[in-house]
């Protein structure tokens, strides 16, 4: 079961694409998602699919977790998941 915290941010300075979708990685160390939310994750060598958990005890600083339950404390950066394509009827 994914656990979703609701949390708003300001994000002006961050570059978006029309949609107002934010097109750059974000540094961990400036602002991480929000808990249980799904985003592209890196370490530098490989992009993940997996979401922030800040209460977790093995992280120093919590802890990473991709869908197959794949647990990292390296990730450096992050992205949101962006829209799915919507196709006109």
Known sequence: MLYTRI????LDA???DSKGV?????KCSD???SRGKMV???QGNYIFFCMYDPFSALGKDGLWVTED???????????P?????????
């Open 14 to 16: 961050s570059p978006r």
């Open 69 to 79: 339950h794949i647990e990292f404390d390296n990730i450096t950066h992050w992205m």
């Open 7 to 10: 949390e708003s941010y300001t």
């Open 81 to 89: 998941l962006p829209e799915l394509p919507r196709e006109e009827l």
């Open 22 to 26: 934010i097109v750059e990685w974000i």
């Open 40 to 42: 592209l994750g890196t």
């Open 31 to 33: 602002r991480l998602p």
